[in-house]
Nanobody
C-alpha cells in the first residue's frame, strides 16, 4: 500500500499563487506515474497534470497550461504543484494520485492510490 498526503491548500485571491505538496509513504516506488486531479461537488474528478516516473515528461490540462507546474523529487517521495495566476473557477479539492505504471495517463480510473485531498479556494 502507498499512502499519499497532500498539503498546501488554502484561500487565495484571484491572480494569486499556491504550492501544493504531496508526500508518499509506505510501499513507494519511484517508477510510478504521479498526477494531480481536482473535483468540485456534483462533478467528475478532473485531470490537472501528470508527470512521468523520472520527471522527463509532463502534461497539463489545456486550461492550466502556462500557469501550473508539476514536479517531483523521488529521493524525498514528494510531488509538487506550483499554481500561479489562479482563477475563481479553479476552486476545488485537489488530489494527488499514484499510478502503478510507467505509462502516463490522464484518466483518474488508471490511478491506484489517492490522497485525501486539499481544498483550494480562489476568491474573486
Amino acid at each position: 500500500q502507498v499512502q499519499l498526503v497532500e498539503s498546501g491548500g488554502g484561500l487565495v485571491q484571484a491572480g494569486g499563487s499556491l504550492r501544493l505538496s504531496c508526500k508518499a509513504s509506505g510501499r513507494t516506488n519511484s517508477r510510478y506515474t504521479m498526477g494531480w486531479f481536482r473535483q468540485v461537488p456534483r462533478k467528475e474528478r478532473e485531470f490537472v497534470s501528470v508527470i512521468s516516473w523520472n520527471g522527463a515528461y509532463t502534461s497539463y490540462a489545456g486550461s492550466v497550461k502556462g500557469r501550473l507546474t508539476i514536479s517531483r523529487d523521488n529521493a524525498k517521495n514528494t510531488l509538487d504543484l506550483q499554481m500561479n495566476s489562479l482563477k475563481p473557477e479553479e476552486t476545488a479539492v485537489y488530489y494527488c494520485a499514484a499510478r502503478q505504471s510507467m505509462v502516463v495517463s490522464s484518466s483518474p480510473d488508471d490511478y491506484n492510490y489517492w490522497g485525501q485531498g486539499t481544498q483550494v479556494t480562489v476568491s474573486s
